[in-house]
């Protein structure tokens, strides 16, 4: 190898920059960065809670919906709330519906999700009773 050639692996491409499954960001940017449906179901979801969200020391929250790259699989209205513990760093996702349905997998939503197009793909039947 002459002097100033480096490794065959990084022949003159530029390093890409490690990019973060979920980029930690605040509680208030997230929100704000919901789509106007993903607003309408943490309305939905703060409302039911029995003490507001992030508010408490320990952890803290982020809020995601389709609109962002890592949960575009999501539909409309449907939002991710990432929970970090502080003291053990551990991450625990929670799913909502639009309704404010609370789910604890991405399975479960999928599973969700696959029921309802099932059921909307059916003909409606409808039965008329002629006296």
Not at 11 to 40: A, D, F, M
Not at 49 to 77: A, C, E, I, M, V
Not at 85 to 113: F, K, N
Request: proline share 4%; charged share 30%.
């Amino acid at each position: 190898m002459e002097e100033g050639e480096g490794s065959s692996s990084s022949r003159g491409r530029p390093k890409r920059p490690q990019i973060r499954k979920t980029e930690v960001i605040s509680y208030e940017k997230s929100v704000v960065q919901l789509s106007r449906k993903g607003r309408q179901t943490h309305l939905v979801v703060d409302r039911a809670r029995k003490t507001p969200l992030n508010t408490s020391h320990r952890s803290y929250s982020t809020f995601f919906d389709n609109t962002s790259p890592q949960y575009n699989w999501l539909r409309d209205g449907w939002l991710v709330e990432e929970r970090r513990i502080m003291l053990t760093g551990r991450l625990y996702r929670y799913y909502y519906d639009p309704i404010g349905q609370v789910y604890g997998t991405r399975y479960e939503v999928e599973q969700i999700c696959a029921y309802i197009d099932r059921n909307k793909n059916r003909k409606k039947r409808e039965v008329i009773i002629i006296d």
